[in-house]
C-alpha cells in the first residue's frame, strides 16, 4: 500500500467525539487518541481510551519526537504505514485541531459582529453605508480598516499590553482575518453573479 492509499485509509478511519477528541481507528477496532482539545493538552485522562491507554506514550513520543519506533524504512508491511500515518497525524493533529479551533473562533466572532452591525441586514451594509459616505468602493474601504487594525496590532504586540483590556492583540489579528475574509467573499460572490 502506498503512503497516499494509507494516508486516505487513516484518514477515513478518524472517530470525532462529542468531547472534542478526536481518535484513529486501527485495524484491530480500537480508537487511539490522536487530539485533545488544547486545554487538556497535558491532561493524561483525556489520551488514555478503551485499550487501555497502551498506546498514549507512543502518542506523546511521536508529537514531541524523542522516540520514532513506527518509521522504520526497511519494514514496509501495511501495518506498518498505518503506524507511519499515525505518527505524521500525532505531530500534525494538535496544530491541525488549534488551528481549526480558531477558523470557528474566527466564525463565530463574524457572526456576532455582523448582528452587531448590521442586523438582518446585508452582511457589508455597514461598508457600503461608510463606503458611501467616504466616496470610496467598498473594497478600498475595507481594506482602509485592514490598516487601521494592523496599526494597532503593531503598536499593541509591540508593548506587549493593551490600553483597552476588552479588545485584545489576538481580538484584532481575528478581525483583520474577517475583514479579509469578507473581501474575499465579496469578491467571489459578484464574481460568480456576473457568471
Not at 82 to 111: I, P, Y
Request: glycine residues 6%.
Amino acid at each position: 500500500m502506498a503512503d497516499s492509499e494509507s494516508d486516505a485509509k487513516f484518514n477515513a478511519d478518524r472517530i470525532y467525539r462529542a468531547d472534542g477528541r478526536i481518535e484513529w481507528s486501527c485495524k484491530h477496532g480500537v480508537g487511539h487518541t490522536i487530539s485533545v482539545p488544547t486545554k487538556h493538552h497535558e491532561d493524561e485522562t483525556w489520551w488514555t481510551h478503551g485499550c487501555d491507554g497502551c498506546c498514549r506514550e507512543h502518542a506523546l513520543d511521536a508529537i514531541t519526537g524523542t522516540e520514532n519506533r513506527w518509521n522504520n524504512e526497511t519494514d514496509k508491511d501495511e501495518g506498518d504505514l498505518e503506524a507511519k500515518a499515525l505518527v505524521v497525524a500525532l505531530r500534525n493533529s494538535q496544530w491541525t485541531q488549534s488551528f481549526k479551533l480558531l477558523l470557528d473562533d474566527v466564525f463565530h466572532l463574524h457572526m456576532a459582529k455582523r448582528n452587531d452591525y448590521t442586523g438582518s441586514g446585508h452582511p457589508l451594509e455597514n461598508y457600503r453605508r461608510s463606503a458611501e459616505t467616504a466616496g470610496i468602493s467598498v473594497d478600498l474601504l475595507m481594506l482602509s480598516r485592514i490598516q487601521e487594525k494592523v496599526t494597532r496590532a503593531s503598536h499593541v504586540l509591540r508593548a506587549d499590553a493593551t490600553a483597552v483590556k476588552e479588545e485584545t492583540a489576538e481580538d484584532t489579528l481575528i478581525d483583520i482575518a474577517n475583514i479579509a475574509l469578507l473581501i474575499v467573499n465579496k469578491r467571489r460572490t459578484e464574481k460568480h453573479e456576473q457568471s
